[in-house]
């Protein structure tokens, strides 16, 4: 099989060839078709991660095919075309990951190969609408976006809702699930052609979050303000958002690309009765249901570049230059 290495931090991705991976018991052989990318594997490629192993294939979004099956694992895998649910001990609560918690692409070696070996445990049936290609982009960013909307956000039909930073790959999601599940979605971007992009697929409207003033701009259109508020930039603008939440409104976040916050109006916080809700990838059971939920509306992932298997570094380089829109993913023959 070949192997795409990170062995130092800063460094390139080198391909090796190493010998086909055996199931152990409980585990499944993946030949995977298509891994894609997540800024999760730019911050480990950079040493930016909160935790780090190395040697380590990184990768935590993979589809393809059951190629073997370890002893205790059903024979009805073999052949079966699936995605992996790279949320690896989730434990017992719906509410919270257990301490053992971690994700497929570090400290496990992940996706970005020709074979993964996996719990059987990780494996689902792959969406019959999607290829492959579209299949790999869904895992991590489909499952976070859907925990954060849903099981943590509590959207409801008709609720007003808006997501920060339009063009990433998490955000694409929930742009989709929302407008499936009747909301009225603003977006933010730090470009205007995004913007556009985002209103053809069902926002309503959004602004520049790098021009001064935005915020007030926003506020005007949304009205008596936002239902939700879903961003995982936090960075300067997270304080905007107590004024941009309607009157017992909920903020739900999952990330820091934009660095830590100042602090937030805690008056107002409490005067208006906001929720501020933090959220992490998703339990088994938001896997399964975000696929039931992209299988009733056949939504098919945003994805702005598809590469080979060649190009894993072109990649990774794209990706951290941030001029994406939707998922980076490559083709894996
Ligand atoms: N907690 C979890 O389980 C979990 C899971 C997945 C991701 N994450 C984290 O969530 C973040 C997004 O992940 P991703 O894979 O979607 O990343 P991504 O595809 O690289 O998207 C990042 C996006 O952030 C937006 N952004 C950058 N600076 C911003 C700012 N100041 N204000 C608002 N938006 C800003 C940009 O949107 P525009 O292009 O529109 O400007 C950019 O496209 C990362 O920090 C990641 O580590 C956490």
């Known amino acids: 099989m070949k192997t795409w290495t990170l062995r130092a931090h800063g460094q390139d991705l080198t391909l090796d060839e190493v010998d086909d991976l055996v199931p152990g018991p409980g585990e499944a052989i993946v030949q995977l078709r298509a891994a894609a990318l997540n800024h999760r594997d730019v911050w480990l490629q950079q040493g930016n991660y ?8 990184l990768g935590a979004d993979g589809a393809g095919v059951v190629g073997a099956v370890g002893p205790g694992v059903s024979q009805d895998w073999l052949g079966a ?6 949320a690896i001990g989730w434990g017992d609560s719906e509410h919270y990951a257990a301490d053992d918690f971690r994700t497929l692409g570090t400290p496990d070696n992940g996706t970005f190969a020709t074979q993964l070996r996996i719990s059987a445990a990780q494996l689902c049936r792959k969406p019959e609408h ?4 579209q299949a790999a982009a869904l895992p991590l960013s489909g499952l976070t976006g859907y925990r954060a909307l849903f099981s943590r956000g509590q959207l409801a039909h008709g609720e007003t809702l808006l997501i920060t930073g339009i063009g990433g790959g998490v955000a694409q999601f929930m742009l989709q699930y929302a407008v499936a599940a009747g909301a009225r979605v603003y977006v933010t971007s730090s470009s205007a052609d995004k913007l556009s992009r985002a209103c053809a697929l069902g926002a309503v409207d959004g602004e520049i979050y790098r021009a001064p003033g935005w915020e007030a701009k926003l506020k005007a259109k949304a009205g008596r303000g936002f239902d939700l508020i879903v961003d995982s930039a936090c960075g300067d ?3 905007k958002f107590v004024d941009l939440a309607a009157p017992g409104g909920r903020i739900v976040y999952f990330g820091l690309t934009a660095g830590p916050s100042p602090a937030l109006d805690m008056r107002n916080f409490y005067r208006k009765q906001l929720s501020l809700l933090g959220t992490k990838m998703g339990s088994p059971r938001d896997f399964e249901s975000m696929l039931d939920f992209v ?3 056949e ?9 080979n298997f060649g190009d ?3 990649a990774m ?3 951290a230059n941030g001029e994406h829109y939707g998922k980076i993913v490559f083709r894996i023959s």
């Open 130 to 133: 999607l290829d492959f290609v």
């Open 237 to 239: 603008d997270f304080p």
């Open 81 to 86: 075309e699936v995605v992996v649910n790279p």
């Open 50 to 57: 909160f935790i780090s192993k190395l040697p380590v294939t």
């Open 299 to 307: 939504i098919v992932p945003s994805i702005d570049t598809v590469l």
């Open 312 to 314: 894993v570094n072109t």
């Open 317 to 319: 380089k794209s990706l």
């Open 295 to 297: 299988s009733r509306h």
